[in-house]
């Protein structure tokens, strides 16, 4: 049975559920580092939509304590909303006086105050049917039996921790990494199936958002530029086709002159030519660029968010035609047979 949350968890997972029924896409906890050091843990983190062209990323400082230092912590969330580089920040606390909420307005920071907070425990906004950061912990845990078992908590750790810095085709190659395991680990599975479902469909929320961010900038052009540009993405990356192939060349060359074997740059080519014609980026790319597609991508990232999250995860053939869907090219993508997948 699951210890009781402390005040602080408590606070975190009420204010989750509130901005979940208000229509964002909420990560709880998500790791900041700087090459090998962790910075700091953003408390939550938020992804709205408002239009086509319009996102909205903020990160969100909870402190439900007696002694809260409001003050401090606008200067705080407004910093790291600094080094983010997201759009915007908000500081809960159970402070209540006046000049709190005046000193965050006049610094761009809303503020949530003690009265807020107050009402949001009696509010049924607060109280989902869903469990806890704690509770998924616990079963992605002990369903890969730790670090033993391929450490499932801590790819769970860096995919939330990629939506602060990685909304990028790198980024989203990450999350496919780990959804391909996860589906290795669906089919590797005798018994319980649900952390393995868990991991899936949070991986999936988190590359779907990264996909989405992306795409904000490129709703304007064609279908087809869209599917060069996914494509691309999807098999070389952030940096992209021509830079690659431009490193490939470097390395072929510089492989050329300190080789004594004939041939060896052709060779080295070759093989990075057909490592990235092996990647099925086209499967992707095609269902990706379509228009239905791209409108339902936000709310498919809830979707799946809610299913990894819920008391008991909904089998893929219990979700929306869309997110099916996208589970199916997933599958595709990755050689698997759908059937194995949309059950």
């Not at 470097?250 to 060896?264: E, K, R, Y």
């Amino acid at each position: 049975m699951s210890e009781q949350l402390l005040k602080g968890a408590a606070a975190e997972e009420a204010l989750r559920n509130y901005f979940l029924s208000i229509g964002f896409f909420v990560a709880r906890g998500c790791l900041f580092k700087y090459n090998q050091f962790d910075v700091t843990d953003v408390d939550l983190w938020l992804y709205g939509k408002s239009s086509a062209l319009s996102r909205e990323r903020l990160n969100v400082d909870i402190k439900n304590k007696k002694t809260p230092q409001a003050l401090e912590r606008i200067f705080w969330a407004k910093g790291l909303q600094f080094v983010l580089g997201v759009e915007g920040c908000i500081v809960a606390t159970t402070d209540q006086r006046p000049d709190v909420r005046e000193f965050g307005l006049k610094h761009q920071v809303r503020v949530l105050d003690g009265s807020f907070l107050s009402r949001l425990t009696k509010s049924s906004r607060s109280h989902l049917q869903r469990i806890t950061e704690e509770q998924f912990f616990e079963q992605i845990d002990s369903g890969s039996m730790g670090k033993l078992g391929g450490d499932w908590k801590g790819r769970y750790e860096k995919s939330k921790s990629r939506l602060l810095d990685s909304l990028t085709f790198d980024g989203c190659n990450a999350w496919l990494i780990d959804i391909g395991y996860f589906f290795e680990q669906l089919f590797c599975s005798t018994s319980n199936t649900t952390p393995a479902w868990r991991m899936i469909y949070t991986a999936c929320s988190h590359l779907v958002v990264a996909i989405d961010f992306i795409l904000r900038d490129h709703v304007a052009i064609e279908p087809d530029q869209q599917k060069t540009l996914l494509e691309d993405g999807f098999r070389y990356g952030s940096a992209g086709k021509l830079f690659t192939e431009k490193v490939g060349e470097m390395i072929s060359a510089l492989a050329d002159s300190v080789a004594a074997q004939p041939g060896i740059a052709d060779t080295i080519n070759h093989e990075l030519r057909e490592q990235a014609a092996s990647v099925r980026a086209e499967i992707l790319a095609e269902f990706l660029s379509q228009r239905p597609a791209q409108r339902g991508l936000f709310d498919a990232a809830r979707e799946l968010e809610a299913a990894a999250f819920a008391i008991q995860p909904p089998m893929p053939s219990n979700l929306s035609a869309s997110v099916q869907s996208l589970l199916g090219v997933l599958a595709d993508f990755f050689g698997f047979d759908r059937k194995r997948i949309i059950v």
